[in-house]
C-alpha cells in the first residue's frame, strides 16, 4: 500500500507560478514507482496532468499536451517526495489536484490508471 499527502496550492494569479508537493510514503520498499498528478475542475472529468517513471533507471516523464512547457513533475526519492512546479498559470489550471502513484508494475503512462490517491490539493487562478 502506498499513501500520498498533497501541499501546496492556493490561489495564484494568471502568469505566476506553485509548485505542489506530494509526500509518498509505503511500508514495502518498492525499487520503482509510477506516479502522477491529476487535477478535477469544477463539472469536468479529472484528467491526468504529468506521470513520472522513478526508480531503477533514468527517470521519465509525459505530459498532458494542455501543461507541456509550462509544468514539470519531478520525484526525490531522498524525501519521498512527488513535485509539481506549475508556470505560466492560467485560470484554466484552476481545479483540485490529485497525486497518485503505486508501485511501478511495468508500465507508467499518462493513461495509467494508478491505485492509490492522495486528499487533492486546490489550486485557484485568478485573471
Known amino acids: 500500500q502506498v499513501q500520498l499527502v498533497e501541499s501546496g496550492g492556493g490561489s495564484v494569479q494568471a502568469g505566476g507560478s506553485t509548485r505542489l508537493s506530494c509526500v509518498v510514503s509505503?511500508?514495502?520498499?518498492?525499487?520503482?514507482?509510477?506516479l502522477g498528478w491529476f487535477r478535477q475542475a469544477p463539472g469536468k472529468e479529472r484528467e491526468a496532468v504529468a506521470v513520472i517513471y522513478s526508480g531503477v533507471g533514468s527517470p521519465n516523464a509525459v505530459y498532458a499536451d494542455s501543461v507541456k512547457g509550462r509544468f514539470t513533475i519531478s520525484h526525490d526519492a531522498t524525501k519521498n517526495t512527488l513535485y509539481l512546479q506549475m508556470n505560466s498559470l492560467v485560470p484554466d489550471d484552476s481545479a483540485m489536484y490529485y497525486c497518485?502513484?503505486?508501485?511501478?508494475?511495468?508500465?507508467?503512462?499518462?493513461?495509467?490508471?494508478?491505485?492509490?490517491w492522495g486528499q487533492g490539493t486546490q489550486v485557484t487562478v485568478s485573471a
Open positions: 497518485a502513484g503505486e508501485g511501478y508494475r511495468g508500465s507508467c503512462y499518462i493513461g495509467s490508471e494508478l491505485e492509490y
Open positions: 509505503s511500508g514495502y520498499a518498492y525499487s520503482s514507482y509510477c
